[in-house]
């Protein structure tokens, strides 16, 4: 080949080439320090500069336009509601519901990797669909936060993120803390300072009650012993609440979701991985109690729970401060939203065979001593006094439109379930 018929070469192409070598190592050189800044979550210059720079790309016209008519309420009294954890499992089926009867709705979420994020995007796919936009971030971001509602006044919060999975919270604690205690309470600051504040409902979890054995768990019962960090975060989440609203005036109601199990659910969840393992011939680790004691669980269907997302914020009284002072006493409450029918797991089991039209292989083994509780039985007669709350789908009822959308969500697109 004549190499003369290349426009470059001899003097002026090693030239350029040395040129070009320098621009792309540094290139290369400053896309390393963005990296580096953007991904390391423990110092608090880089946060706050990875703040700033996330927040500032998601600042402009476009965006605003975006955020405003997710947010916009298209039906008389509707409210505007912000979701946080909008892409997760409880979050997606809350912002599909508000937004179907006319409420505005805008999702945040900081899409991260403790379960197959291709799940979440999808589920941000569906939103998006239904015309609900999902602003990705954390909600350790203040600033981001604050420009949240400055450009829009919501009414509620509907606090939905959190660090969940209760056997996790010995691999990785510090992520419970991130995202339960100081994420909670970072959020709560900017819904303090804002006018007007807005009304929250937030995800508590039924795993507060820990080793309390008083069967059904009550509102009412002691909820000082967590068996785990996650439990202890959500608890610790409760008395955040509480200062708040005897400080700032902020009106709070914290649910205490029992179990949660449906369609786009989460995969570390073990009604999503037994299903994934039986269906690969996998066994699967079936835990017992002492004594081959049962271990049960009150498994609350998703529709169920949304009910109860939606009984909350309907019954939420206005917060009674604004830009940071208490103007007088507001709500302040807390409800178990559990099935209360609780079910042991070997007929949880029992149920996916006959709907998978698989055996099981079962591997029983000791409850591990990792955070787990034996028992889980909630006392629902508080919610359906003051929400009008009454769960109606029973466990296999629950598990059919569960698996059979599992069956068509990873064979549709030829996906592969991720489950933990
Ligand atoms: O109500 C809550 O507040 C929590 O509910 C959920 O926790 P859990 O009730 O523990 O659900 P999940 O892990 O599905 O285990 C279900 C059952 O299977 C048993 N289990 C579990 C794993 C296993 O390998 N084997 C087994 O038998 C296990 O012993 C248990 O009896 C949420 O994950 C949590 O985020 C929180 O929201």
Redesign the pocket.
Known sequence: MDKSAYPYHGGRLRWHSSLAKLTFWSFVFIGVIFIFFYRSPSSSSSSSAAAATSSSSRGGPAWEKKVRTSARIRSRNGFSVLVTGAAGFVGTHVSSALKRRGDGVLGLDNFNDYYDPTLKRARQALLERAGVFIVEGDINDAALLKKLFEVVPFTHVMHLA?Q????YAMQNPGSYVHSNIAGFVSLLEVCKEATPQPAIVW??????YGLNTKVPFSEKDRTDQPASL??AT?KAGEEIAHTYNHIYGLSLTGL??????GPWG?P???????TKDILNGKS????EGENHGT?????TYIDDIVKGCLGALDTAQKSTGSGGKKKGPAQLRVFNLGNTSPIP?TN?VTILERLLKVKAKRNVMK?PRNG???F?HANISLAHRELGYKPTTNLQTGLKKFVRWYLNYYSAAGKKADAR
């Open positions: 959190a969940a999975g209760v056997r995800a508590s979890s039924s795993s507060v996650y439990a959500k205490r979701f029992f179990t949660v199990y989460r570390d969840m073990a009604y999503f991985f037994f699967i680790p079936i835990f271990v049960a669980r009150d498994f797991v949880l409850l787990d509780v034996q889980t």
